[in-house]
């Protein structure tokens, strides 16, 4: 049995298919996890996955080299994350985009309500559309994405009933061409404002849109400063704002648990209510953007955040409910295990919610 790195603690992450510097979700999961190295001095390295075969070798890697924690990232690395936290509990797990019920001691679920997220940015592309057709260029339909897509739809649907959302789903997140090809394809149907949420693929499908002058909307960290440059990419002025998730500072705060000794097994997650989720910066965007449409969107994440909007969509499969309604504030949205029916929960004691720590 592997055991705890002696001294100084070691931690390593592992990515879902893609690369540290992918402007989205590997390269968020990374800066959060290396700004808690730096902060507490811990050794740490990390491995690219190169295709799915590799999540178990690339965690067990670390592993025999006695890392001490080990971060995984994204859905598709559920079951080796938990396979290999049960054959080694003395090394501590944290995953982005899984839960566990029942949970497993050793291992912290980082999960996101990417359906409020991704309703902002329907609310957004709503509010924004000339002709009253919007799209949306995502991932594979793992949960997450699905939350994305079905918030964005239900988002658009909140604000502009009789506008029309054109989607699809690509089964990699992996490739900007086809991203590219989609947004042109639903730009062709009438689309003036593109939502990209699937990695680099998402980011194909936003740059491409956004240099043939469409409204954008990028997804996870803030694509101004990845997929835009920072402003010098042609198209910078399009991109309205990013459906953000903070990826970063779950990861940090896992690694800092592990770090000061206060780590513990459940899941954590990142909403409204946390300041977990939103829309980044407008940018160049800004005075583009009504301040009618802004207020707008500053109701809606009050609400979220109040739990006294459900956006219709579940919040652990991503499937759709039914339209977004207003509701008390009393309600409970429950965090099923991603492969049960059996409900886990924000308000269940043993799954408890952990404050997100913005450090």
């Not at 070691?10 to 690369?19: A, F, H, P």
């Not at 968020?28 to 190169?50: H, Q, V």
């Not at 019920?101 to 592309?125: C, T, W």
Request: hydrophobic share 40%; aromatic share 10%; net charge negative.
């Amino acid at each position: 049995m592997a055991k705890p790195a002696e001294g100084k603690l070691k931690i390593g992450l592992v990515t879902d298919v893609g690369k540290v510097n992918d402007g989205t979700f590997n390269q968020y999961a990374y800066e959060g996890f290396m700004r808690a190295a730096k902060e507490f001095g811990l050794e740490s390295a990390f491995i690219e996955t190169m295709q799915p075969t590799d999540y178990e070798k690339n965690v067990k890697q670390f592993i025999d080299e006695g890392y001490g924690m080990i971060v995984t990232v994204g859905f598709m690395m559920g079951e080796t994350t938990k396979k290999m936290a049960e054959a080694y509990p003395n090394v501590k797990f944290a995953i982005v985009d899984y839960a566990y019920d029942p949970v497993i001691p050793n291992v912290q679920g980082l999960v996101f309500r990417e359906d409020q997220s991704g309703f902002l940015a329907g609310a957004l592309a709503g509010q924004m559309t000339k002709s009253k057709v919007v799209g949306i260029v995502a991932g594979m339909a793992i949960p997450a994405v699905k939350k994305f897509r079905n918030g964005y739809e239900n988002g658009v649907a909140y604000v502009c009933p009789d506008c029309k959302v054109i989607g699809v789903y690509i089964d990699s997140f992996t490739d900007p061409a086809r991203g590219k090809a989609a947004a042109e394809s639903q730009i062709a149907e009438g689309a003036d404002v593109i939502f990209g949420a699937g990695g680099p693929t998402g980011s194909g499908a936003i740059l491409g849109a956004a240099q043939q002058g469409v409204w954008v909307i990028g997804v996870d960290q803030d694509e101004y400063y990845t997929t835009f440059k920072g402003g010098k990419e042609k198209g910078a002025d399009k991109l309205l704002s990013c459906a953000g998730k903070r990826v970063d500072v779950a990861v940090y705060n896992a690694v800092k648990a592990a770090a000061t000794g206060t780590f513990k097994g459940g899941t954590v997650v990142f909403d409204a209510a946390s300041n977990g989720i939103g829309l980044t910066p407008f940018h160049d965007a800004e005075k583009a953007i009504p301040d009618a449409a802004k207020a707008k969107l500053e109701e809606i994440f009050k609400l979220m955040a109040e739990g006294k909007l459900d956006t219709g969509v579940d919040p652990a499969t991503g499937d759709k409910i039914g339209p977004a309604k207003v509701v008390s504030s009393e309600t409970s949205f429950l965090i099923p295990d991603q492969n049960a029916s059996a409900s886990a929960a924000f308000n269940r004691p043993a799954l408890g919610r952990i404050a997100v720590d913005w450090g």
